[in-house]
């Protein structure tokens, strides 16, 4: 005896060998509704973490103005430490080094008076120069440079997202 | 009641009980009868949810406070006591950067025992951190992973890598300086691993830096998702430590363990039998493996020491709240870090690491030790006299050496690479030659040499094990204490009286 459910033909008592009639046996079609649930799974477990990443960030701007240039004495290096960076103004022209050490991200210290000074790293001591270079301790790399401009209203202008080279200046 | 009336005598008092626990309420929601027997002192563990966790009958070795020193119950009891006091202070602190902070302040000011709230949750907290080390090094040193404990095993290191998370992600609520900055360097490590780990560190944050998302994401998981996590892996934990056949113990005749001393006689009354309630498929406790003389009712005899050790930790952690606030520094300044910045004592050792490199450091190395700690039982699982101590006192010598040799070479190494480290001799040097050369890739070869060679020397696994998790010890130790105590201002060595920064 058996009974027809649709297309499938399944024996009566279950687990019975197939009938000639019968296209798929009973333990595919149970594999395949096995893996096809969680397979569907996969879709709202990646929406889940895409969900993760927020598309809007209301953080503090990337670019912003700083002072006007006649502000900066020359020959100095200022500290904006709101920004969390240091102005460099000498003969070349002004540049914009980013305070914020590469190796977890602490602020590192200012730098002393003369000409060697260098400045230090609080969280693990990493120690730079003032072309940015690591002296020493555990930070893998450089201080970032940032890209200077002027605003209309004639102040400077920094994008910490477009980073330069260390000799890259920028003049008035 | 009729057989309790003899011995409860005839005061008002005792006929007043009788009257209650004859009841039909009463009795509705206790079924067994008065716990005077054996019958009914198991079913009073049997048939109540909240104990039913722990078997009807328990050996008398598991009773002994030498064996397991109560520290899985210490951490159990101190996490209940995190729930209770971390539930407390959710009435009053709300995850805002414009708030927290002030919400701390009204905390420790303004509302009434929230002081004492506060820091009972942050001494727990502190507390169980170590209670979770200290129970890890214990079932390390008892042997007490070998099989069928394995899995169980590796649910521990879980528990204990989870633990780590909750005091992280904790660490970021009060938003002060050491929160902030703690958290800065924390997230930031999270960033080495390659390939992923912006990724990581911008779905951590919910950002590009510590802000309002990161701290509402840091609550979350410190209030809801992680105590939820741990709740389940425990409840799984604990069920395995029964189904594993109860804790581990010196096989009969292997030397120690006569089920007498401890326990007292225990009053397993021969004649009974006991039925489907003591007994259940594969490794139980009394599946051919003891007699049952060996073993005494859970109730009372377990569930009491279970008390004494709640009240006891209950206690301890209440005087120490009494006595010591936790600290709060000034609100977070995301300009500027103390100077210097330290993350808690417990990440202490991985901080001085990290401050020879982040990605060895912060990431590979212990990657690798948590790794390595949840392999032991695959590695070993010679059925070699678990539940003693140190194994023999060959193992206990080794265990003694082997510490000591990690916590020597700590200081050895790090004199080393300031006199000779890669970037004082050669200034360039490409940062990956800086990552493999370090004291913390320097301290994983030279253990892996050494625990590799006790294995050929002896040709125990065991003892192979011994010598590594004695000198990851003893080396963890030394670091912590280093960052603790010895690491200053610009993170440059002081000794501990000339510290300036503020401690925690
Ligand atoms: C949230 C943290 C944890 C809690 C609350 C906890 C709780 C417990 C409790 C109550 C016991 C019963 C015996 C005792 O008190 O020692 C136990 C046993 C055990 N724990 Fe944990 N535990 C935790 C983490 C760990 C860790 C980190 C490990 C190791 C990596 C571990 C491995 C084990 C093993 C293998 C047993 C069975 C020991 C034996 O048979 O003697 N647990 N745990
Ligand atoms: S964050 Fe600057 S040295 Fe670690």
Redesign the pocket.
Known sequence: MSKDYGDYQLEEGGRGEAKEKESVSRRSLLSIGWIASLVSLIGPGLANIRYLFPNVLYETPTAFKLRKPAEYPPNSISFEEDRRLFVFNDRHGFRAMSAVCTHLRCTVGPFGPGKGATSRCPCHGSLFDKQGRVLSGPAPRSLDFFRLTESPDGRLQVDTQDIVSADMYFKV | MDDASGTLGKSKVSRLVNWIVSTRVWRSIIRHGNPDNDLDRMQAVFTNFFLHIMPARVHVH?LRPT??????????F??FILIITGVLLMFYYVPSVDRAYNDMKDLQFVVSYGVILRNMHRWAAHG?VA???I??C???Y?G??KPP?EF?????????V??MFLSFTGYLLPWDQLAFWAITVGSSIAAYPPLMGDTIRFMLLGGQEVGQGALLRFYVLHVAILPIV?SM??AV??W??RK??????PREGAGGAHPTSAVGSGDWDTGKTYGLMALARGVTPVVGTQAPEEEVTAWPHLTFRLLVVFVATLTAVTAVSLLFDAPLEEIANPTHPPNPSKAPWYFLGLQELVSYSALVGGVIVPGLAVLG??LI?YIDYSPEA??VWFTSDRGRKLAWKSSLAGAVSVPILIILNAQFGLRTLWANAPQIMVDIVNPATALLIGMAIFSSTVVRRTGSRRLGAIALFSSFLGALIVLTIIGTFFRGANWVFVLPWEQTGAGH
Do not use: Q
Not at chain 2, 67 to 76: N, Y
Not at chain 2, 152 to 160: F, H, K, Q, S, Y
């Open positions: 598991t064996a397991t020193l109560g520290l899985g119950v210490i951490a159990l101190l996490f169980m209670a979770v080390f129970h890890m214990r079932v390390f008892t007490s992973y404990r169980n095993w590796v649910l521990g290191v879980v528990l204990w989870l633990t741990i892996v425990l934990h604990l395995r430590v594993d056949g109860g804790l581990a113990r700690i949840m039982p678990e539940g």
